[in-house]
């Protein structure tokens, strides 16, 4: 049978169609790659060793972990065993999901501690993850910075999921975990980030670290209108250029342990995005405030209260007349307090008296733009 002009279009048509999808058939049956096409970096989830194992029956790391292979079996939006929300990756209808409260409410090792850090010689030193020897121990038990679904949805603490300001909402109203994390292949080489988070930086540099544009796309200039002017201006205090301040984002003035000269502290130092549950597993933190550091619990209003603030800044820096050290960060055991007043154990004034409160300017001295000290 002879084909006419009209009829090679539709038949070169229906042979590329077949090529696409027996090609994407037959990617999906491979072990999955562990690096997106473009990203340099593997995606947890698609693992072949430690991502996702949902259903033992197949493959670990594969797409039917998450997509069912026909949608009359499951029929939601892009053949997904759950609903497109937050409940896919905890649990549903009596399925259970992966990011859920293990028995201690929390995967292994939670909260994240300074051992938890890579050594100073790895290329992302700082960033919390279980390791041992140096190399990052992978799975999502070792995820030392989640502290199970409980946390993450009390509506108190968890702002990230509370708040009706954030750029996606889930079916139930509630901040998607899609606001910073993709499922499939982020753009950072942990966690599945939507842009890459990178360790401690800013040395040399006047503008906010763009490593930081995971917390910066809301907390900057550029975030949700419907976020709170505060929110919005966390990055300001990272800059120099806007707050004319060498101390701009918690910097360090000196070379010390994995940090250069005007290195700016990186957000996880202080904060977990995912809530706490306090140091003593009991009084969790408000804004979001890590419980890595014995006495961060019951952090709830460190603007005000001066006991709650002089908790939380001596995680770090130790009173002048303790007869112990600093507790170290990033590499850094920091001086004692210089020998005065204010610094010593028994004194009740705010650590923000003297080292600012003012966030209703971008040359506003605060906790992120702290004003005097080294």
Known sequence: MRHTDIDRPIIWILGVSYFVVVGVFAWCQQPLAQTAPGLPYPGAHLSPSSGVLRDATVPRGDCRQCHISHAEDQPQIRNLFAPNDNMLCYSTSGVE???????????????????DRFPDQHIYHGYFEANSGGQRTPGVENRVRWPG?????????????SSPNMP????????????????????????????AY????????????????????????????????TSRSIANYYSRTNTGSARAGHAILTTRGAVKAGDR??????????????????NPNGFLLSDERPGWYGLTDIRNNAAQVRRFCTGCHAYADQTTTSIPVE????????????HRS?????????????????????????????
């Not at 600012?356 to 992120?368: A, I, Q």
């Open 265 to 282: 502290l990186p957000c996880y130092d202080c904060h977990n995005p995912h809530g706490s549950t306090g140091s003593n597993n009991q």
């Open 149 to 161: 679904r409980t946390i993450w949805e009390n509506l108190t603490y968890s702002k990230h999921y």
């Open 198 to 229: 990178g360790p401690i930086s800013g040395s040399g540099i006047n503008a906010a670290p763009s490593q930081y544009d995971m917390c910066f796309q809301c907390h900057g200039p550029n975030g949700p209108g419907s976020l709170p002017p």
């Open 331 to 342: 590499g850094i055991i920091a001086k004692k307090l210089p020998n005065f007043e204010p």
């Open 97 to 115: 999901g992966c990011h859920i409260n293990r028995p201690t409410g929390a995967t292994a090792g939670y909260p994240a501690q300074g051992s």
């Open 346 to 374: 028994y004194d009740i004034q705010h650590c923000m008296n003297g080292h600012g409160n003012d966030y209703s300017d971008p040359r506003g001295f605060n906790v992120h733009n702290p004003s005097g000290g080294d």
């Open 168 to 195: 996606r909402l889930d079916g139930t109203g509630h901040g998607a975990c899609l606001n910073c994390h993709e499922p499939h292949n982020g753009a950072g080489p942990y966690d599945q980030l939507v842009k």
